[in-house]
Nanobody, 124 residues
Framework: QVQLVESGGGLVQAGGSLRLSCAASGRTFSSYAMGWFRQAPGKEREFVAG????????YYTDSVKGRFTISRDSAKNTVYLQLNSLKPEDTAVYYC?????????????????WGQGTQVTVSS
């Protein structure tokens, strides 16, 4: 079992930045590939970024490449998502998720654990 708690969301103007954090507790953090997803009102949950269990290989959906950066700090059992050059279309609830395998998946159904989400609102 692992518990995930997100933080760092908020209201920001277009072009601004936020850093989301996802603190993990429970089983060894390094046992999991980690992902960030987001869900806007009336839309399905979509993959944003992921990082492999080891090696630090990262993946991004096309719409955030060059603007968002995922990273993990195993000493702090925390995964981060740095959001830069934010756009109004980035507005959503952002969730972190963990899956008990090495590789990242873009399918939310392949993740075993989820945080409660943190709201990101970008004003124009």
């Amino acid at each position: 079992q692992v518990q995930l708690v997100e933080s760092g969301g908020g209201l920001v103007q277009a072009g601004g930045s936020l850093r989301l954090s996802c603190a993990a507790s429970g089983r060894t953090f390094s046992s999991y590939a980690m992902g960030w997803f987001r869900q806007a009102p009336g839309k399905e949950r979509e993959f944003v970024a992921g990082i492999r269990r080891i090696g630090g290989i990262t993946y991004y959906t096309d719409s955030v490449k060059g603007r968002f950066t995922i990273s993990r700090d195993s000493a702090k059992n925390t995964v981060y998502l740095q959001l830069n050059s934010l756009k109004p279309e980035d507005t959503a609830v952002y969730y972190c998720a963990a899956r008990s395998v090495a590789v990242v998946s873009t399918d939310p159904y392949e993740y075993d654990y989820w945080g409660q989400g943190t709201q990101v609102t970008v004003s124009s």
